[in-house]
């Protein structure tokens, strides 16, 4: 036991996740004062200890069956040779009872267990022996039973006659649930195959991903973009706060309570009192890029805006390619992001001519249609890669909008070391913007957020 507690910290620093030498030993400490026997408290008590935000909940879940999965995952191999129960049952019929399980059981069980076993049976191909993550494994698994098909075959069944719409959306959200938990299960059951056959350290090396905070925007997958939400929503409303706060400064000098402050000291030195500003709350202008070049930063930046819409006072939305179209409608109708996205795709928002990237007519076609509704209670943020095409750059008109506008920020998603190359020219647009910063990741816009202080 004390092994792998060694090895599920180890692959946790591997991975990012920070776990010091005094949480080390609490994690053995902890271990004495629970059932060993009991998978379920085992894991708890460990989380209680190494994580500290439940964006690593994941990660932690996944190298925790890993390290303390190899029991389990000999059981496991060891009862699939003796019997398969749903050996004999079709195709089609396995799949109703799978429907069953997910419509009436609201926590995992054995026959779900089951089910995903039999599943990986006769769809992954696995190769014992074959050094492999598993991926593929879960994929061609995945493949066959199609989440999104179960799920609009669950919510034909149980919502079609369900008139409430808010219990139809609440059934919704469970079936959704339920089906990612079939999913995880499906996941869970491969990597306790591939332990048993090679070891967990070997497993781990194969199954390492970034913590969410680490996920480069440019390169991942609009998928997983959208499974950062519980990382984005806390982060907008800090950024939030952060830029309603930002660039306040004292208000009028009180002369009356500095006297009184100073007659405390006999008069030296005099210590200023100024009053507490009364500032209407500012305004948010997002503009994102959305072109092909950066589409996957374009899912996180919609994502962005979208959470901000709930948290800001007043927020109004932009996508530009080579043109540039308002949003703040379509985010505010659209009941996800997902919907929001497919409103804007189907419509061909921010497309001028060609839908190749043109910073500067993007930026002139904001001036003259909306530049006159800037003011000093505008903040105004930059989605995008500053990559003009070789178009015309206009940088002119970020520093008439920097004029008129409390603060001007610009995210850029690219590593600096590729900033100003090619047809980069984010150096001449820093210079008429309060600030440039390089947004990869979400741990980048922390870092962005807290220089907002």
Known sequence: MITAVEGLVWELRNIGLPVSVSEHIDAVRVLRHIDLGNPTAVKFSLASVLVKSNAHESAFSTVFDIYFGVRDAKLSNESATRSRPFEDVVEADLRQILL??????AQPSLLLRLIAAEMISRHAGIQPGRAVAGTYYVFRTLRAVDPNRLLAELIARDC?????????????????????TFEQEIGAEIRRFLVADRGADAIAKTLRRPLPEDVEFLTASSKLIEELQPVITPMSRKLTDRLARHGRRSGALDIRRTVRRSMSVGG???????????????????????????????????QLT?????????????VFMDGLDEVTSILAESET??????????????????????????????????????????????????RTNYHAARTGIVGD???????????NPESKTMWDTGDSIIGQYREHCSGVFECRNLRQLGAFVEQLA
């Open 268 to 302: 030296t030195p005099i210590e200023p009192v100024f009053r507490r500003p009364r500032l209407a709350k500012p305004e948010l202008y997002v503009l994102a890029d959305i072109s092909g070049s950066v589409a996957t930063f374009a899912a996180f930046a919609l």
């Open 160 to 180: 079609a006659n369900i008139d409430n719409r808010l219990l139809n959306r609440l059934r919704r959200d469970t079936f959704q649930q339920r089906v990612t």
């Open 306 to 318: 979208y959470t901000l819409r709930s948290e800001f006072s007043r927020v109004r939305s932009f």
């Open 337 to 386: 992001i997902s919907r929001a996205t497919q409103r804007i795709n189907e419509e061909g928002l921010g497309i001028w001519l060609n839908g190749h990237s043109d910073y500067g007519n993007a930026l002139d076609t904001f001036w003259q249609r909306f530049g006159d509704q800037i003011n000093s209670r505008s903040i105004v943020l930059i989605l995008g890669d500053a």
């Open 100 to 105: 069953d399980a997910l419509e009436h059981e």
């Open 401 to 411: 909008i920097r004029r008129r506008a409390a603060d001007v920020f610009w995210l």
